[in-house]
């Protein structure tokens, strides 16, 4: 079976081919600047064949053809025609309440989705381009939503109600939603695995570092607690949102700035975290140079980033009842050494001992704990296309449990 995962965002498609007999991507490719100046398209096949465009891309209904056209392009595609695409599985960030797993998109599917923009009205939207563009172009092709909300389902109410009145709950369904499910559950099983853990009597907080930032807490591999909320802006200090902020401090702050609810959403979203800190760049990598060089906003900016990361850490070791395994993904999570080192500094009276030579020498996947370390630190990196690929699998065989 051949399935092509899409992640179809405002601007941009990202998408893999994978071939169930090895789950490997056998292609991959990015849309980009979708409706804007300067679209392209690029995709790299197994052996590293490329092809690129650049021109006019005026929605996701034509990236897609392009998609499909690399795909099976004469040259460097990498399948004769699109009757071997066997399913198409979709990344859809929100599913509210009402999905709590992947599910087979069919009319009535569409309609509920479309009942759950409100919620995520910056992400859904896309997501459901790409879904309704599938239909369109590869007719009889079976499409499936995966959530990134879905993982995030099992928590308690004790971790998912606000401290409002109930009745908002009731009436806007106004709880701790919680994202990036996918890599969550990923780099929980790959630690399970890696570790040859038995994950139904484990503790695992799992860190998720990049643009966007979330913690979960893995209790016998169900989430417990997660940092994001309602929506992504809760929790870590991130790229380019606040994370937790005092909702008494926003409204004073829109009062005496006179900003309105959508110039408030976009302070809190897209000109906050590292780089309203920083006032440099929301790039971590650029943000370690700059602090090397003293830029002391930079060096700001890291540790307030890394220290929130530290108190969730152990919040969450707390919510667990104790922690055997922490999980470092994500772009930051992958890449930098430093943030992985001040976010574990003081953690050893919970039994977490970084290995600094391990730590520092790292390159990929691996341990990066101390020998003598009572819990295990590791970093893998995520696919999350590839639970995707896995669910879509699963859906259409009836074995998704």
Do not use: W
Request: negative net charge; proline residues 2%; charged residues 25%.
């Amino acid at each position: 079976m051949k399935i092509l995962v899409l992640n179809s965002g405002s601007s941009s498609i990202k998408y893999q081919l994978f071939d169930t007999e090895t789950f490997k991507p056998i292609a991959r490719g990015l849309a980009e600047r979708i409706g804007l100046r300067g679209a392209k398209i690029s995709q790299t096949n197994a052996t590293n064949h490329k092809i690129t465009l650049s021109g006019e891309i005026l929605d996701h209904q034509q990236a897609i053809e392009y998609i499909i056209a690399f795909l099976t392009d004469e040259e460097k595609g990498v399948i004769d025609s699109v009757d071997e695409v066997d399913a198409i599985g979709h990344r859809v960030v929100h599913g509210g309440e009402k999905f709590t797993q992947s599910t087979l998109i069919e009319n009535d599917i569409i309609h509920d989705l479309h009942g759950c923009v409100d919620l995520a009205p910056l992400h859904n939207p896309h997501n459901i381009k790409g879904i309704e563009a599938c239909e369109l172009l590869m007719p009889g092709r079976p499409n499936v939503a995966v959530f990134d909300t879905a993982f995030h389902l099992t928590m308690p109410s004790k971790a998912y109600i606000y401290g409002l009145p109930y009745i908002l709950y009731k009436r806007h369904g106004i709880r701790r939603f919680g994202f990036h499910g996918t890599s969550h559950y990923y780099v929980s099983r790959k630690a399970r695995d890696i570790l040859n853990l038995d994950l139904l009597n484990s503790n695992i907080v799992t860190c998720h570092l990049g643009n966007g930032a979330s913690v979960t807490a893995v209790k016998n591999g169900q989430s417990i607690d997660t940092s994001m909320g309602f929506t992504p802006t809760e929790g870590l200090i991130m790229g380019t949102r606040s994370g937790d902020v005092d909702s008494a401090a926003l409204l004073h702050i829109m009062r005496r700035e006179d900003l309105n609810n959508r110039e408030a959403t976009t302070l809190l979203n897209k000109h906050s975290g590292l780089i309203g800190i920083s006032g440099v760049s929301s790039d971590m990598r650029e943000l370690e140079d700059e602090a090397k060089d003293g830029n002391k906003r930079a060096k700001l900016a890291i540790d307030v980033f890394t220290y929130r990361l530290k108190k969730y850490i152990a919040a969450y070791a707390g919510a667990l009842g104790g922690i055997d395994v922490l999980v470092f993904t994500g772009g930051i999570g992958e890449n930098s050494a430093l943030v992985r080192k001040l976010a574990t500094e003081g953690l050893e009276f919970m039994g977490l001992v970084l290995d600094d030579d391990k730590n520092n020498q790292l390159e990929d996947e691996g341990i990066i704990s101390h020998i003598d370390s009572k819990s295990k630190i590791l970093v893998i990196p995520t696919n999350e296309e590839l639970v995707i690929a896995l669910d879509t699998e699963r859906v259409l065989s009836g074995n998704l449990k």
